[in-house]
C-alpha cells in the first residue's frame, strides 16, 4: 500500500517526492551518527545539524540527482548496455561525486560559521577515497538493475551508512576517517555521490 502510494507520488511529482524522500533519510543518516557512532544521547543530540542535513538532502542533492540520473540515462548510452553501464558509473563517479562532496562540505561548513576553505583541506579528500571504495560498486548495480525513478531512492538507502559516516568524518573536520567510539565534534554531514 505504502509502496503503491510512493509509485503514485513519482508518477504526479517526482521531484519532489524525491526530494522529500532524500531529506528524510539524510535526517536519518545524521541521526544515526549522532547517536550511533558519537553516542551523544538525546539530551546531547545536535538538532541543527539534523536540520542542516535534512535541508541539504531536500534542497540540494535530491533534486541534483535526480536530474543527473535522468540526464545520464538521455546523454549516456553507448553501443552496449555494459558499455553504457560503465560510462554512467564513470561520469557519476569523476564528475558528479567529486562536485557534490565539494559543494556539501562547503555548504555545511559555512551554515557551521566555518572555514569552508579549511573544511575542503581537511575532509574532502578522505570523503573522496572512501566514495571511491563504495558508490562505484553501488551505483554500478543502481544502474543495470534499477529503473530511472527508483535510483535516487535506492542511493538513499545505502547513503543511510554513508552519511552516518560522512556526518562523522565532516564533524570531526577530516581529522579522523575512521569512526571510534565516544563523543564527536560538533559539525555537519556529507552526502552520498
Known amino acids: 500500500m505504502v509502496l503503491r502510494w510512493y509509485q503514485a507520488k513519482l508518477k504526479s511529482a517526482p521531484l519532489l517526492t524525491q526530494s522529500i524522500t532524500t531529506a528524510v533519510l539524510f535526517a536519518t543518516g545524521d541521526v544515526m551518527a549522532q547517536q550511533g ?16 542535513m535534512a535541508a541539504y538532502g531536500g534542497a540540494v542533492f535530491g533534486p541534483a540527482a535526480t536530474k543527473w540520473y535522468a540526464f545520464l540515462v538521455k546523454r549516456v548510452n553507448l553501443s552496449s548496455k555494459n558499455g553504457t553501464i560503465a560510462a554512467r558509473v ?17 555548504t555545511m ?35 543495470k538493475y534499477v529503473p530511472l525513478e527508483h535510483r535516487v531512492l535506492v542511493v538513499n538507502f545505502v547513503a ?12 570531526s573536520g577530516g581529522a579522523d576517517a575512521q569512526p571510534t567510539k565516544g563523543k564527536g565534534k560538533e559539525g555537519g554531514e556529507l552526502p552520498p555521490s
Open 109 to 143: 561548513a559555512y551554515l557551521e560559521g566555518a572555514s569552508p576553505r579549511e573544511r575542503l583541506s581537511k575532509a574532502y579528500v578522505p570523503g573522496m577515497v572512501n566514495n571511491f571504495l563504495l558508490w562505484p560498486w553501488v551505483q554500478g548495480v543502481n544502474f
Open 160 to 171: 543511510l551508512g554513508w552519511n552516518c559516516y560522512l556526518s562523522y568524518l565532516n564533524s
Open 37 to 52: 557512532v558519537e553516542k551523544r544521547g538525546l539530551s546531547s543530540h545536535n538538532l541543527a545539524r539534523t536540520g542542516r
Open 90 to 106: 564513470a561520469c557519476d563517479q569523476f564528475v558528479f561525486a567529486p562536485v557534490n562532496m565539494g559543494i556539501f562540505l562547503s
